[in-house]
């Protein structure tokens, strides 16, 4: 008799002890991917179907050893963001606006004050006479604060900032200190050692990482717009540190260098952007992110959402609650849209439906099509949440029915936890990324585990029909 235990075969449980026996002896995500890995080769059937990341999803969630690292944002609030129709200002208004408008990270000046505090302001030689018409000099930080700011602005010194951080400890602060920047970075650890996480340090010189990093900071922005490196010295440092991102002014933006670092899994920004135009241009060039005063979050998505509405990329159902994860039957509906707007043709509707738990017609559109498959024999499992390794493979086989020559490139993956990429998404997540349509998530990872949002997925697939389509109407001819 084949007795179960907890619904599992005497077999699996013994796959289960084992794979618990391998997380004792690693450590974190190096152990859940080797225990996976394990109960992947005994599952034989995993590899037949989409259902395997189901099963692994359990088996983590069994092992309860998650790492959580903060994902890089797409759009960063310059200096504050722009408020009352001023830039630069550093002003508790500006941050406010900011958090309002939904950033999270917000970029801010620190100049030292005589007295040895950190007033918020861009500069004392021209700034400071531009935001309160004093001379331009350093002030002690009683002196900055007695200062009446443009527009009825409310200037900031560190203690002032600290304060707000404590009431919005989802905000993080890009740093930038242009003058003894370790010994300030320093001096915010040590005079508030709780707020060390919300700092997202700034560095301009290479050899600045190693004392910053010792300092505590764990997500450090190399940023270019002081240094003249070449591409090759930048490449170096990111394989022999771990950076959370590179930013670079607008002409180094459009040269190689972006591209290059992809190739390293770097997360990329440009800084200033404050058009939808050049963001778009810098987007192509393989820029991850930008540093701006004006385009908001809540407008970005959006606004990518509309360039696919226009392509014919999306259904009402879909645009509707864009933050909502995507579920199996949504992302039929996006690649069945995807084939037809790229071959014009229609997808075909088969005349039997081999699930038991969907009659979604655009899933069975999608699967006879051989775009996607069940979870088993007869089940689809139509709202179970995506993966963006599953998405990515989704992707792969749509463009591969396309025409194989899309992807006739082979590709590497650069990806610091490939370990925790499922052998079949492999391919389909180093394709994608090495064509900047699957981007990674920040220190190297790509997080292949983690769901996709609505607004996620609508991206990833104008991404592919701006990559692509032209490629195959140009072969098509």
Not at 47 to 73: F, G, R, S, Y
Not at 166 to 174: A, F, L, S
Not at 259 to 287: D, P
Not at 413 to 421: L, W
């Amino acid at each position: 008799m084949n007795r179960k235990v907890f619904g599992l075969k005497k077999g699996q449980i013994l796959v289960v002890i084992v794979c618990f026996f391998m997380i004792t002896m690693l450590s974190d995500s190096e152990a859940i991917s080797y225990g996976v890995d394990f109960y992947r080769a005994y599952n034989e059937n995993d590899i037949k179907t989409d259902a395997n990341i189901v099963d692994t999803k359990e088996i983590i969630n069994k092992i309860e050893l998650e790492q959580v690292e903060l994902v890089p944002e797409v759009l960063v609030s310059h200096a504050g963001g722009r408020v009352k129709g001023k830039s630069y200002t550093n002003s508790k208004e500006s941050i406010d606006k900011s958090y309002e408008n939904g950033y999270r990270f917000i970029e801010l000046d620190f100049q030292w004050t005589a007295d040895g505090n950190l007033a918020l302001i861009h500069d004392w030689d021209g700034y400071v006479n531009t935001a309160f018409g004093v001379e331009s000099k350093m002030y002690s930080t009683e002196e900055f604060k007695s200062f009446n700011m443009i527009e009825g602005l409310t200037q900031m010194i560190l203690d002032d900032l600290a304060e707000w951080l404590h009431v919005h400890n989802d905000v993080y602060i890009v740093t930038d200190i242009k003058y003894d920047n370790v010994k300030a970075l320093g001096y915010i650890k040590d005079r508030y050692p709780d707020l060390v996480a919300q700092f997202i340090p700034q560095i301009y010189r290479i050899e600045q990482f190693v004392p910053v990093k010792e300092l505590g900071y764990k997500n450090i922005i190399l940023t270019l717009y002081a240094s003249n490196y070449s591409d090759d010295e930048l490449i170096d440092f990111v394989k022999a540190h771990r950076v959370f991102a590179i930013t670079m002014p607008i002409a180094r933006a459009k040269t190689e260098l972006p591209r290059k670092l992809k190739e390293e899994s770097v997360f990329v920004y440009a800084h200033t952007i404050n058009s939808q135009e050049l963001r778009q241009e810098l987007e192509l060039c393989g820029v991850d992110g930008f540093y701006t005063d004006d385009i908001l979050p809540l407008s970005w998505g959006i606004d990518q959402v509309e360039k696919a509405r226009e392509y014919n990329l999306v259904t009402d159902s879909i645009i509707a609650n864009l933050h909502q994860y995507l579920t199996r039957e949504e992302v039929c509906e996006l690649l069945v849209n995807l084939y037809e707007a790229m071959s014009d043709n229609k997808a075909e509707l088969p005349d039997f439906n081999i699930f038991t738990d969907t009659d979604n017609p655009e899933v069975l559109k999608a699967n006879a099509l051989g775009l996607v498959n069940g979870v088993n024999e007869t089940q689809f499992l139509p709202k179970a949440n995506i993966t963006r390794e599953e998405m990515a493979t989704m992707i792969y086989r749509t463009l591969e029915k396309l025409d194989e020559s899309l992807i006739e490139d082979r590709s590497h993956i650069y990806f610091a936890d490939v370990i925790e990429i499922s052998n079949w998404a492999l391919e389909p997540i180093s394709f994608l990324s090495d064509h900047n349509i699957l981007i990674g998530v920040g220190s190297n990872r790509v997080a292949p585990k983690d769901n996709v949002t609505r607004e996620q997925g609508i991206i990833l697939v104008k991404r592919v029909y701006e990559k692509f389509k032209l490629d195959l109407d140009n072969h098509n001819l």
